[in-house]
Each structure stands twice: as structure tokens, then as C-alpha cells.
């Protein structure tokens, strides 16, 4: 009857309202199979994620949606985000979901007996006192569209409401723990009919008005920890210096070995001109940063001929490293005790090996035994050069 179906369009007004307001903590209260989860999950700005369902069969049988990716590894991003799925019913306080910036509670009410209402009230606005509510529920006056429909539309529904009944039960609510509401809705009525019937889903989004502080309910000095804890995930983020650092080392080798590469692909075409010891020089000076080294033992046992590239070339040929650290000076900090990378004495470059077989049989030898550098003097011109 609808398209998209009512189900995704009421998980599509959540993330459209996430998107406007970019609220950091989050939970889904009776979040069943975790697909607005899922959907929350790519929303940069959000940093704890929860669910919470009394399905606790249900939830670890869908936890997996919610695990990072390959991607989420191999390319973190400076985004922080911790996933977290809880058993238990929203009719019990549970401190570790107080004050979150919103609440989403979607086709979860007429779940619950009519008599647990006020305490889903107390608990949600009351207890949890978020900064917004949402919540869903079906439209029962929109019950007469759907052809054969006798009773409720779901089994497990303990009652469908009218929009009446909704928003003075929604009222109520503000007036008791101090929030403000504004009723919508998803799944539109055929046009002209839109007074008669109203949205298929009724929605209401609350605010709180008062500050929690002002507003406590009942024994809630008390800490509550009703929920178990069924899945927590924390995402790799590049907040994380151990993650940054490894980030950090893979481009640095990366783009180290491609400045290489790419000079003695320079360097080998050169060597087919006349006077390949000139052009090699002017190479070298054109390029300003990577040059030959005759190596120096005490910094590379693997092999006694090497690449040097300066740091700061790094730095400002390769726009993620910068991204990634900020300053020259940052950079060095950060590779500076990675057993990976070798940097010079003043630990200016990185010094990266030099493979014979990368070069073609006719020469390499020569020059790199022609001399063109001994690696201390050649850097320190180098640097003086470059400033
Ligand atoms: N919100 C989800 C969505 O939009 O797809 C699922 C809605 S499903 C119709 C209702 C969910 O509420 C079920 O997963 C059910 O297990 C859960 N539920 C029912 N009573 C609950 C309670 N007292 N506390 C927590 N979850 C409850």
C-alpha cells in the first residue's frame, strides 16, 4: 500500500531528524530486529548507539548488523562510535540510559499492557529525561482504509489509539515531566482525505523543556542496572593513538616507497641520455627530497644502499598524511618509535631500502657507486636547500 513501506518511512523520519539535529547519544527502545540501528550507525555525529528490546533472542541473533565492517579497519576515520545492545523493558529504570540527546521508541507502545504505560511515561520522561522523544504508534482511525482489517493490525497489539487518544495520553506526559510535543506522522491518506483519517502512523516528537536537574523523579539518586548488556562494540577510530599510528606508519611507507619508485623510473630514463651523471644531479635538485644514500650502517643493518626521503616531501605530497597529523612535527612523533620505519640521525627523513633488482641489469651499480651522495652530507644540503 505504501511506497516506500511504512516501515522504512518511519525509520527514514528518524534519520531525517538525526541528520537536522545531529544528537550524539542515542537509543531505540524496543529496537527488535536492529535495522534503524543499522541506519544510525553511518551518522557521523553519533558516539553511543544503544538498543534495547526484551527480545533478548532477537537481539543476538541480529546483533551482527551493528559490527564494523572490513572497511571500518582498513580506512578508520576520526568518528567515534560504541554500539551497545541491552535485554530488558522499558518499564524499568536503568541509569545507564539517562540523558541521552534522544530517544526513539517506534511501534513499541501498543506492545505493552495499558496498565505499564505510566511507568513507560515515568521512566522515559521521567527517569531517562532525554533532551527529545520519538515515538510511534499506529493511527487506528486509519484502520477503515485497509480492506478486511477486523480488530488490530498486529497480533501483539494490546490496543491501537485514535489521534485523540494519542495526543491527550502524549499531553499528559509533557505536563508531568515537562516537555513539549508536536504530532506528525508517515504513510499518507489518499489526497482529500487527509482530515478524516490522518497519517496511517501517528508520530509525536517531544522536548524537554526543564532541566533534568529540575525535574528528578521519585528515588532516582538511585542507580539502576536492570538491563544486561548483550553486545558492545567500540568502532576503530583514529582518536585512538595506537590506530592513528598504524594509519600513520601504512601511509608513510606507502608513499615513501611510491616517491622512490617513481624517481628511479626518472632516473632510469635519464640514464639512457648522454650525460647521465648531469641529469641525475639536476634530478636530484629538481625533485629537492629523495635522493641515493651509500646508507649508513648504524640506522639500516638490511642492506647497505638506500633511499632517503625527507620528511616534510611526505608531508606535502601526500594530502591524507597532513590530514592525518597536522604538522611536520607530529608526524615525526608519531613514526618516530614504529619498528617499522628507519629514520635518519636527525630524524629528518625516512630511510627506506634500496632493491638492485628494482633497476634494470645495466647499471644501477654505477650509479649508485659514482657517488653522488654520502647520505649525512647529501641531506644536510638537502635541508639547507629546502629550507
Ligand atoms: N522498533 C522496531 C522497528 O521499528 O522495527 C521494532 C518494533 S516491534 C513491532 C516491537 C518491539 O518491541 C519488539 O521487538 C518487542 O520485542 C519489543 N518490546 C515489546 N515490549 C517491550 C518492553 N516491555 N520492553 C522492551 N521492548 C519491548
Given at each position: 500500500m505504501f511506497r516506500p513501506s511504512l516501515h522504512l518511512q518511519r525509520h527514514q523520519f528518524v534519520v531525517d531528524f538525526v541528520k537536522r539535529n545531529k544528537p550524539k547519544q542515542v537509543v531505540d527502545l524496543g529496537c527488535g530486529e536492529c535495522s534503524l540501528l543499522q541506519k544510525l550507525k553511518f551518522h557521523s555525529e553519533i558516539e553511543l548507539l544503544v538498543g534495547v528490546d526484551l527480545n533478548g533472542a532477537k537481539l543476538s541473533k541480529k546483533k551482527h548488523v551493528l559490527?564494523?565492517?572490513?572497511?571500518?579497519?582498513?580506512?578508520?576515520?576520526?568518528?567515534?562510535?560504541?554500539?551497545?545492545?541491552?535485554?530488558?523493558?522499558?518499564?524499568?529504570?536503568?541509569?545507564?540510559?539517562?540523558?541521552?540527546?534522544?530517544?526513539?521508541?517506534?511501534?513499541?507502545?501498543?506492545?505493552?499492557?495499558?496498565?505499564?504505560?505510566?511507568?513507560?511515561?515515568?521512566?522515559?520522561?521521567?527517569?531517562?529525561?532525554?533532551?527529545?522523544?520519538?515515538?510511534?504508534?499506529?493511527?487506528?482511525?486509519?484502520?477503515?482504509?485497509?480492506?478486511?482489517?477486523?480488530?488490530?493490525?498486529?497480533?501483539?497489539?494490546?490496543?491501537?489509539?485514535?489521534?485523540?487518544?494519542?495526543?491527550?495520553?502524549?499531553?499528559?506526559?509533557?505536563?508531568?515531566?515537562?516537555?513539549?510535543?508536536?504530532?506528525?506522522?508517515?504513510?499518507?491518506?489518499?489526497p482529500g482525505q487527509e482530515e478524516r483519517f490522518g497519517f496511517c502512523t501517528q508520530i509525536g516528537v517531544f522536548h524537554r523543556l526543564l532541566?533534568?536537574?529540575?525535574?528528578?523523579?521519585?528515588?532516582?539518586?538511585?542507580?539502576?542496572?536492570?538491563?544486561?548488556?548483550?553486545?558492545?562494540?567500540?568502532?576503530?577510530?583514529?582518536?585512538?593513538?595506537?590506530?592513528?599510528?598504524?594509519?600513520?606508519?601504512?601511509?608513510?611507507?606507502?608513499?615513501?616507497?611510491?616517491?622512490?619508485?617513481?624517481?628511479?623510473?626518472?632516473?632510469?630514463?635519464?640514464?639512457?641520455?648522454?650525460?647521465?651523471?648531469?641529469?641525475?644531479?639536476?634530478?636530484?635538485?629538481?625533485?629537492?627530497?629523495?635522493?641515493?644514500?651509500?646508507?649508513?650502517?648504524?640506522?639500516?643493518?638490511?642492506?647497505?644502499r638506500h633511499v632517503s626521503v625527507p620528511l616534510h616531501k611526505l608531508w606535502t605530497g601526500c594530502p591524507k598524511l597532513s590530514e592525518l597529523t597536522e604538522s611536520l612535527h607530529n608526524l615525526a612523533q608519531l613514526i618516530i618509535d614504529d619498528p617499522q620505519i628507519k629514520l635518519n640521525q636527525d630524524q629528518s627523513a625516512v630511510i627506506i631500502c634500496f632493491l638492485e633488482e628494482d633497476l634494470e641489469d645495466d647499471g644501477p651499480n654505477d650509479l649508485m657507486d659514482s657517488g653522488y651522495v654520502e647520505a649525512n652530507n647529501m641531506e644536510k644540503e638537502l635541508w639547507k636547500t629546502d629550507g
Open positions: 559490527a564494523p565492517v572490513s572497511t571500518d579497519y582498513l580506512q578508520p576515520t576520526f568518528k567515534q562510535l560504541c554500539v551497545q545492545l541491552y535485554h530488558g523493558s522499558v518499564t524499568q529504570r536503568d541509569v545507564r540510559l539517562r540523558g541521552f540527546d534522544l530517544v526513539t521508541s517506534i511501534e513499541l507502545i501498543e506492545h505493552l499492557p495499558l496498565d505499564d504505560l505510566d511507568q513507560f511515561s515515568e521512566v522515559v520522561f521521567g527517569y531517562m529525561a532525554p533532551q527529545t522523544v520519538i515515538i510511534s504508534t499506529p493511527n487506528s482511525e486509519f484502520n477503515l482504509l485497509f480492506p478486511g482489517l477486523s480488530g488490530f493490525r498486529h497480533g501483539d497489539h494490546k490496543f491501537e489509539w485514535t489521534r485523540v487518544e494519542f495526543q491527550s495520553w502524549a499531553l499528559k506526559a509533557c505536563s508531568e515531566y515537562g516537555f513539549k510535543v508536536e504530532f506528525t506522522g508517515v504513510g499518507e491518506p489518499p532541566d533534568r536537574d529540575r525535574h528528578k523523579s521519585g528515588d532516582d539518586v538511585d542507580n539502576h542496572f536492570s538491563y544486561t548488556l548483550l553486545y558492545s562494540i567500540k568502532y576503530p577510530s583514529l582518536r585512538d593513538h595506537n590506530i592513528l599510528r598504524k594509519a600513520v606508519v601504512s601511509e608513510v611507507l606507502y608513499w615513501a616507497e611510491k616517491l622512490k619508485q617513481e624517481w628511479l623510473e626518472e632516473l632510469t630514463e635519464k640514464r639512457e641520455e648522454e650525460n647521465p651523471v648531469e641529469d641525475c644531479v639536476r634530478e636530484r635538485e629538481e625533485h629537492g627530497g629523495i635522493f641515493w644514500t651509500k646508507g649508513d650502517e648504524h640506522e639500516c643493518h638490511m642492506s647497505h
